[in-house]
């Protein structure tokens, strides 16, 4: 029998057309598995229920009940919420979605740690927390970029320049034609 991480990857290919780079079982029963999935440019929370036939299939033994996507886009550190409500499962939130995973005895913490982590090393290297003297160097360096860029975008170039051309054409009318600018002065 194959693993069963093998229809995860199939469902992320049929769902998102991307295999999960990584994925992490939160809960596995007889009736259900809920995972944690990493994609290219997202996190998936997703909560499957084995099909009436499972354990006589090698394959398409999943479906899914419900799932939270939080893509990376729309994701800010400290943005996934993950609290154990009063029966016992946790409740992962993302803006206006959530999802309520099984009673486990891991952290709700845990869950929230991997998903930031995730999402963090998407997001790459250079947009990691700094510290304060980097963060204000940094807004300092972009500061500077936004000042080149209005100067470079101020129209008063622009005016100096179109004067010196329309001066330049009408030079160039009246040297074309001696006699034309000698008549429009004796009018």
Not at 26 to 42: C, M, T
Not at 78 to 104: C, E, M, P
């Amino acid at each position: 029998m194959q693993p069963l991480t093998d229809d995860i990857a199939e469902w992320c290919d049929d769902t998102w057309g991307q295999s999960p780079t990584e994925v992490l079982e939160w809960f596995e029963d007889d009736e259900r598995v809920q995972v944690f999935i990493k994609l290219q440019r997202s996190v998936l929370i997703a909560d499957f229920v084995f099909k009436d036939n499972a354990v006589n299939m090698s394959r398409d033994r999943i479906e899914i009940r419900h799932h939270l996507h939080i893509p990376l886009d729309i994701w800010n550190p400290g943005s996934i919420q993950a609290t154990r409500i009063s029966d016992g499962r946790v409740r992962f939130r993302h803006r206006n979605s959530d999802i309520l995973l099984a009673a486990k005895m891991r952290a709700p913490e845990w869950g929230k740690n991997t998903l930031e982590d995730w999402l963090m090393s998407l997001r790459g290297e250079q947009l990691r927390p700094k510290d304060k003297n980097q963060r204000l160097a940094s807004i300092k360096r972009i500061k500077e970029i936004v000042n080149r860029n209005l100067h470079s975008a101020s129209l008063e170039g622009a005016r100096d320049d179109l004067h010196l051309i329309s001066l330049r054409i009408n030079s160039a009318e009246i040297g074309l034609n001696p006699f034309e600018s000698k008549l429009q002065e004796a009018e």
